[in-house]
């Protein structure tokens, strides 16, 4: 168990829809991360957050967006969902920002759309 | 662009023999380089990391070698055991970027 909590496990869902994936680092951890697994793209980093502001982005599609709360969790939200959205979404934390922060990860959603 | 890749998709390995995960990258600026272990239904297991000043380090079992000159990262893991089975990736960074850039896996399957 790595301390990464995400929520829901499984997501299944309509093109055209929104969902909202959550996350809670680990104890002591400010910097969240979310990254896409897909079979035919692998994993992919998406956008970090640092004590609740945007640290990094990187392939996030305009349909994407993520924020980060004051108690530190952090909620990427999917909109106007395409088939190609479908795969595993992490999230991963570590205590600082930077090369070298160990990241932990938490276990996935598993997102289908149909 | 910067990539990082795998030379083989899947590796077996009798239980007990010594495994060797090869990958190679492209972008010369990266300078520290991570390899992970992702179990089925898991995510991401971080099992050891190396800065590009050094270029061997090691671990319980496991072992990281980097080869700058030809960009070229392999893991070692020693007395493979069952428990072992799952897709390793490597994944570095560049500067103070915290970003993981990812390779594209390689299956360890472990025989009896």
């Known amino acids: 168990d790595s301390g990464v909590t995400q929520t829901p496990k499984h997501l299944i869902t309509a093109t055209g829809q929104r969902v909202t994936l959550r996350c809670s680092p680990r104890s002591g951890d400010l910097s969240v991360y979310w990254y896409q697994q897909s079979l035919d793209q692998g994993l992919q980093f998406l956008i970090q957050y640092y004590n609740?502001?945007?640290?990094?982005?990187?392939?996030?599609?305009?349909?994407?967006?993520?924020?980060?709360f004051p108690d530190l969790h952090s909620e990427l939200n999917l909109s106007s969902l395409e088939l190609g959205d479908s795969a595993l979404y992490f999230c991963a934390?570590?205590?600082?920002?930077?090369?070298?922060?160990?990241?932990?990860?938490g276990p996935g959603t598993r997102l289908t759309v149909l | 662009g910067e990539s990082v890749g795998l030379h083989l998709p899947t590796l077996s390995v009798q239980e007990g023999d010594n495994s060797i995960i090869n990958c190679a990258y492209s972008n010369s600026a990266s300078?520290?380089?991570?390899?992970?272990?992702?179990?089925?239904?898991?995510?991401?297991?971080?099992?050891?990391?190396?800065?590009?000043?050094?270029?061997?380090?090691?671990g319980q079992r496991v072992t990281v070698l980097l080869n700058k000159t030809v960009k070229h990262l392999s893991l070692q893991i020693a007395a493979t055991q069952p428990g072992d089975s799952a897709v390793y990736f490597c994944a570095e960074t560049t500067g103070t970027a915290s970003k993981l850039t990812f390779g594209t896996g390689t299956r360890l399957q472990v025989t009896l």
């Not at chain 1, 609740?52 to 980060?68: D, P, T, V, W």
């Open chain 1, 93 to 105: 934390s570590s205590v600082g920002g930077t090369s070298g922060n160990e990241q932990f990860f």
């Open chain 2, 31 to 58: 300078d520290y380089f991570i390899w992970y272990k992702q179990e089925s239904g898991k995510g991401p297991q971080f099992i050891i990391d190396i800065r590009s000043n050094m270029d061997k380090r090691q």
């Open chain 1, 52 to 68: 609740g502001e945007e640290r990094a982005k990187g392939n996030i599609l305009e349909r994407f967006s993520a924020q980060q």
